[in-house]
């Protein structure tokens, strides 16, 4: 079990580039979610998905957009990158939207968009 | 609203001594309480829950943590800190909709030798 993948672990961006983001789980997770890190901020949900072709905004969704073909993959895509998105990024997956489910969290991407 | 306190930034204790850190929650119903520690440069590893039944619930790594509902609160303890502990703990609530997890600001633990 690989648990969370994410890809890449570092990303430098100039203003106005897309990229991607890529989050993978093998627990067969219903629920996964991205979340932005900022200090003296906690985490902060992006986006999040309840399974498969289901996606909502959460808390901070502006300039992001995600996608969930399939339950193993919740990609995060910037569309055009901006100075305020230089953040830590987590995926996490829970195994449904039961409260008592734990979440697994990957590695994180740091972003920095200059 | 719900939301999660937790008063300490930063907190320093020498190696060998107890620790205590604070979260106060605020959640209209029985709140699903986690605490997570992040290492530099490292992802979230779960260390504790509480779902229901004993209020005193024991973790990995020697910690512990106490829910009591008359004060909101679930303090993370651990007997005799190691220089390894030095890392971010997240005190968290379930959101109780959409999956969603309510972190603390976050409490950065440092050990000196």
């Known amino acids: 079990n690989a648990g969370v993948t994410q890809t890449p672990k570092f990303q430098v961006l100039k203003t106005g580039q897309s990229m991607t983001l890529q989050c993978a789980q093998d627990?067969?997770?219903?629920?996964m979610s991205w979340y932005r890190q900022d200090p003296g901020m906690g985490l902060r949900l992006i986006h999040y998905?309840?399974?498969?072709?289901?996606?909502d905004q959460g808390e901070v969704p502006n300039g992001y957009n995600v996608s969930r073909s399939t339950t193993e993959d919740f990609p995060l895509r910037l569309l055009s990158a901006a100075p305020s998105q230089t953040s830590v990024y987590f995926c996490?997956?829970?195994?449904?939207?039961?409260?008592?489910?734990?979440?697994?969290f990957g590695q994180g991407t740091r972003l920095t968009v200059v | 609203a719900q939301s999660v306190t937790q008063p300490d930034i930063h907190i320093t204790v020498s190696e060998g001594a107890s620790l205590e850190l604070r979260c106060n929650y605020s959640y209209g119903a029985t709140p699903y309480l986690f605490w997570y520690v992040q290492s530099p440069g490292q992802g979230l590893q779960l260390l504790l829950k509480?779902?229901?039944?004993?209020?005193l619930v024991q973790g990995i790594k020697g910690f512990e943590a106490e829910f009591k509902r008359s004060q909101s609160s679930f303090n993370l303890r651990k007997p005799s800190v190691h220089w390894s502990d030095a890392a971010e703990y997240f005190c968290i609530v379930d959101g109780g909709s959409q999956g969603n997890l309510i972190f603390g600001k976050g409490t950065k633990l440092s050990v000196k030798p």
């Open positions: 627990m067969n997770h219903e629920y």
């Open positions: 996490a997956s829970r195994l449904n939207l039961q409260g008592d489910t734990e979440a697994f």
């Open positions: 509480y779902f229901s039944g004993d209020t």
């Open positions: 998905s309840v399974g498969a072709g289901i996606t």
